[in-house]
Antibody, heavy 119, light 108 residues
Framework: EVQLLESGGNLVQPGGSLRLSCAAS????????MSWVRQAPGKGLEWVSS????????YYADSVKGRFTISRDNSKNTLYLQVNSLRVDDTAVFFC????????????WGQGTLVTVSA | DIQMTQSPSSVSASVGDRVTITCRAS??????LAWYQQKPGKAPKFLIH???NLQSGVPSRFSGSGSGTDFTLTISNLQPEDFGTYYC??????????FGPGTKVDVK
């Protein structure tokens, strides 16, 4: 059974940093691209970042470029998102999502981890 | 960047009704469109890929169509468990992608 379990969300002050983690199991982690998607309270889904299966290629939304860094450790089956220079409007639930591999889409999602940015 | 729009933003329907949601891309994305269902407090669920193909386990009352810039998600014979918010996702440059703003479906 595919499982994705995010952690690392917390209350942080503006300008602060966090490292989000997503522990994966039930599939060959190193074979799939992975993504982070966030959802601000009461708002829609926003793609944040993606990473290739090997980790060599990364992609970022303009809204987070230069502040967030995606990475993965295929030996630990874990995806990461380092979030720096946090702003109040970064407050959101952050989901990790697995790429389908066969089709262009995200077939499995974690339950999300909440990042709250407030003074 | 590709922009996505959806209409309507919300719809209320009765059990047994047919519900149609439209998604439009700002440029041609061929058939690279997916649909998701999200219930409050839950992660999105992958429903349809490549515009019209049901993900495994998704009931056949869900269907998708379209290509280019205009796409449709149809729920025929609406069931109580179909409430939630539906998002389209353009996947033309996957794993970069953009979601539509969502359509909330309330079951009367």
């Amino acid at each position: 059974e595919v499982q994705l379990l995010e952690s690392g969300g917390n209350l942080v002050q503006p300008g602060g940093s966090l490292r989000l983690s997503c522990a994966a199991s039930g599939f060959t982690f190193s074979s799939y691209a992975m993504s982070w998607v966030r959802q601000a309270p009461g708002k829609g889904l926003e793609w944040v970042s993606s990473i290739s299966p090997s980790g060599e290629t990364t992609y970022y939304a303009d809204s987070v470029k230069g502040r967030f860094t995606i990475s993965r450790d295929n030996s630990k089956n874990t995806l990461y998102l380092q979030v720096n220079s946090l702003r109040v409007d970064d407050t959101a639930v952050f989901f990790c999502a697995k790429a389908s591999g066969t089709y262009r889409g995200n077939d499995y999602w974690g339950q999300g981890t909440l990042v709250t940015v407030s003074a | 960047d590709i922009q996505m729009t959806q209409s309507p933003s919300s719809v209320s329907a009765s059990v047994g009704d047919r519900v149609t949601i439209t998604c439009r891309a700002s440029q041609d994305i061929s058939s690279w469109l997916a649909w998701y269902q999200q219930k409050p407090g839950k992660a999105p669920k992958f429903l349809i890929h490549v515009a019209s193909n049901l993900q495994s386990g998704v009931p056949s009352r869900f269907s998708g169509s379209g290509s280019g810039t205009d796409f449709t998600l149809t729920i025929s014979n609406l069931q109580p468990e179909d409430f939630g918010t539906y998002y389209c996702q353009e996947a033309n440059s996957f794993p970069l992608f953009t979601f539509g703003p969502g359509t909330k479906v309330d079951v009367k």
